[in-house]
């Protein structure tokens, strides 16, 4: 495992290059390179080229090539490691009974109000140890993996008191230290309002601004703050009351926005600047657009949509105002119990009328943004980190074509393959 690697011959390298979130039509560039090559040494990205022009830097190099390992990708398209901007993966029990009463007909926000929803994840994640959530949360990573994720956003939220939030964060912060995917951390406290603070937002607020975000920042348990910012949840002005205070103490913000009723999450994220908004089901046009204006990724979450049975957000008018949008998949206990990647490019292609290559951008270099990582990854450019997958077909437009299953056939972390298909998966070193 020391990070040195090259590859040779794809049959299309997909570098989605670039160091910033690519805006609207932006979007559609791939910038592939064919027959193309990469070699990464010590986990960096070193060069990237056509295969003949890598082989000719090579010999010219003096490079030890017996200190490489080298993957022949002939009839593979290579492509930068899937970046999953948004995910809840930590968390303890599970809301499969939930699910069949929105089978029956029972809303999200219903069963939400009536104390199940997020609540039973919040006492479920309360009971059990760090180690618990620990073991879970490998297993997580290692399918996340297998989808060629390779760095991962994960959030607290189901504590909402301080031990509880802690503890997620302490495992996710673990689990970044021993797992081959990186993960960055989010302090989500403001998901939903515990039991005893009912009708007691405001208060609720206060107690994490006072009791629970100094020691957050203090230990760098978390990089960003965000809010479900949504009706009978936390207002809009609650929301900037909370992000405003996060951002004075060194969080980076984002926010659940808009996600269930049009409140206005998005006009908020673009008048903070916020790095990122996310759902965005029922935003407006003109929030959309301030957000475009704002450079504010709009993070988009199909598989939720899907799972609530709720409308998709309107991709299509999302990017055509100009709008740098991310995909993820929001996994989490409830509203949307999955981590796949290929559920998130069936849908976004075939429901939201985005296409293939905004769709690759969407979970590359926009969601590397959305993680304000678009400079170290989320692109196949000389000095990021080797992040790659390999897929068992030629190109990348096969991934929405063989709809629904994995296309991805190697993974490639940091110039070491650690995932690989033909080798029956986790390749442990
Ligand atoms: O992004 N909407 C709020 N939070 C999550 C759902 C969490 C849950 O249901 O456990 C979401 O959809
Ligand atoms: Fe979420």
Redesign the pocket.
């Known amino acids: 495992m020391n990070g040195n690697l090259i590859i040779k011959n794809a049959s299309e390298l997909v570098t989605c290059s670039g160091f910033a979130a690519k805006k609207g039509q932006e979007m559609s560039q791939l910038h592939i390179i064919p027959d193309g090559a990469v070699v990464v040494q010590e986990g960096v990205i070193k060069a990237v080229g056509t295969t003949q022009e890598i082989e000719i830097a090579l010999a010219k190099s003096g490079f030890d090539l017996a200190e490489f390992d080298t993957i022949d990708a002939r009839n593979k398209a290579v492509l930068p490691g899937f970046v999953d901007s948004h995910t809840?993966f930590i968390f303890g029990g599970y809301r499969a009974e939930e699910f069949s009463w929105r089978l029956r007909g029972d809303s999200y926000m219903d069963i939400m109000q009536r104390g199940g929803?997020?609540v039973n994840?919040v006492q479920a994640t309360r009971a059990a140890s760090a180690n618990e959530l620990l073991q879970a949360g490998i297993k997580r990573l290692d399918s996340m993996l297998a989808f060629g994720v390779t760095t991962v956003e994960g959030k607290s939220g189901y504590g909402l008191d301080k031990n509880t939030e802690i503890k997620q964060l302490e495992v996710i912060n673990h689990l970044d230290g021993i797992h081959y995917i990186d993960i960055v951390p989010t302090f989500l406290g403001a998901?939903a309002v515990p039991e005893d603070y009912k009708g007691r937002q405001d208060e609720f607020l206060d107690y994490l601004i006072e009791a629970v975000m100094p020691e957050v920042i203090e230990r760098k348990l978390a990089e960003y703050c965000d809010v479900?910012c949504?009706q009978n949840v936390f207002s809009v002005s609650q929301s900037k009351r909370l992000l405003t205070k996060a951002r004075e103490m060194g969080f980076k913000i984002k926010l659940?926005a808009d996600?269930i009723v049009q409140l206005g999450g998005a006009e908020l994220a673009a008048e903070l600047n916020a790095t990122s908004a996310d759902?965005l089901l029922q935003a407006s046009d003109e929030g959309i657009r301030k957000m475009a204006r704002a450079d504010v990724v709009a993070t988009l979450?199909p598989a939720?949509a899907f799972s609530l049975k709720e409308p998709y957000a309107r991709g299509r008018f999302i990017i055509d105002s100009g709008c740098a949008a991310a995909l993820a998949t929001?996994f989490?206990?409830?509203?949307?119990f999955s981590e796949s990647i290929p559920l998130i490019f069936a849908l976004a292609t075939l429901y939201m009328d985005i296409t293939t290559e905004e769709a690759v951008s969407a979970l590359t270099i926009n969601s590397a943004a959305a993680l304000d990582r678009a400079e170290t990854i989320g692109s196949i450019d000389v000095a990021k980190q080797g992040d790659l997958v390999v897929l068992e077909y030629p190109s990348y437009k096969f991934i929405p074509y063989h709809v629904g299953v994995n296309t991805v056939e190697k993974v490639i972390k940091k110039g070491n393959l650690v995932f690989d298909k033909e080798k029956g998966g986790m390749t442990y070193c």
Request: aromatic share 6%; charged share 15%.
């Open positions: 809840h929803g997020i994840t998901h479900f949504e659940h996600e759902h979450l939720t929001d989490n206990p409830g509203s949307c």
